[in-house]
């Protein structure tokens, strides 16, 4: 296979599209912020475009390409995805298809599954059943305790464990009441939350060194992932070679798997027995300059600066048509 000709970004009028109205609006906002920056500050023509005032319907005639710093509903689901490919407007990252996959929990997790590629066990929240059957599938299928969480949502946002029926039973009653309308309750795996970074750099695909993360919290929950003081960083990871190195290949098989594009994350649960299992991955990972990709890949090499030119970069090396 050839690799195209890519064009010179510096001739291009490169949107930084971000904000939006997730409710992930913030981590977008402080994405969307630190790539425009970095991409200015390196002499390229850039602007930074919240969808939530300005529609993807008028881009056209304003940028080249779209480098997308949005995050959770409606940015890395597909929709966005599409409304770029329907203007003809080159954007950054997977398509249509592989973010719509990897946005939907349920539906990631039944493909990774069936490739034999370890996630913990999961059941969706179903609203036309009772709370008492629920409760029960919950109980016969899983155990306890369990992890909550929106089946299409990020950033630890609405999620929490859940040690028996009398703390599950409200979390399945306020289900769907909120900004999500579905929910996962998934098997709880003690361990340390670990986290692959991919990105194509001339066109090759580079595995960046594992990143992990421990916290007195919980779990790695939305408060630990914005205070620094709540948390310890590796990366590269001080677990052992043997894991990090599984969790690499797997990650590597998942981006394969989802027909991902440009640039992935992975996110794992490295247990104390030695089990490493897929919770998630992020299809439009967060692109602040001190958040987990521009860790890992300043650990592999790559300035931040760099990294958000190779991440505009790979709007440019997608196929001629990809679903």
């Not at 592989?98 to 609203?127: C, E, N, Y």
């Not at 594992?210 to 929950?221: I, R, S």
């Not at 003081?229 to 894991?243: D, F, M, V, W």
Request: proline share 7%.
């Amino acid at each position: 296979m050839t690799t195209p000709t890519l064009p010179d970004i510096a001739a291009l009028r490169i949107g930084v599209l971000y904000g939006g109205h997730s409710p992930e609006r913030p981590g977008s906002l402080i994405s969307g912020e630190h790539a425009a920056k970095a991409l200015a500050g390196a002499g390229l023509t850039t602007e930074l475009i919240d969808l939530a005032i300005t529609p993807a319907s008028v881009l056209r005639d304003r940028i080249d390409v779209a480098l997308l710093g949005l995050h959770g509903l409606g940015g890395e689901d597909g929709k966005i995805q599409g409304a770029l490919e329907t203007a003809g407007i080159p954007y950054t990252g997977s398509g249509v298809l592989a973010s719509a996959l990897g946005m939907h929990k349920p539906t990631f997790k039944k493909l990774i599954t069936q490739a034999r590629i370890d996630t913990p066990t999961w059941t969706v929240i179903d609203p036309n059943v009772s709370v008492d059957a629920m409760l029960s599938v919950v109980r016969y299928s899983i155990g306890f305790p369990v992890f909550v969480k929106p089946s299409s949502g990020g950033g630890s946002l609405a999620a929490g464990i859940a040690h028996n029926e009398a703390e599950l039973r409200p979390m399945i009653e306020a289900a769907g009441s909120g900004a999500y309308a579905e929910y996962l309750v998934e098997e709880y795996v003690p361990g340390i939350p670990c986290t692959v970074g991919l990105i194509e750099v001339d066109g090759r695909l580079l595995a960046l060194p594992v990143h992990d993360v421990q916290t007195p919290n919980d779990f790695y929950d939305y408060a630990a992932k914005h205070d620094p003081a709540q948390r310890t960083e590796h990366c590269p990871s001080i677990l052992p070679a043997p894991l990090t190195q599984s969790m690499t290949h797997t990650a590597l098989a998942v981006f394969n798997l989802l027909g991902a594009h440009g640039v992935l994350r992975v996110d794992f649960l490295a247990s104390a027995r030695g089990r490493t299992t897929v919770l998630e991955v992020n299809t439009l990972p967060g692109l602040s300059e001190h958040g987990n990709l521009a860790t890992m890949a300043r650990a592999g090499g790559i300035p931040y600066p760099q990294l958000m030119q190779h991440v505009v970069r790979t709007a440019f090396t997608k196929a001629g048509y990809l679903p």
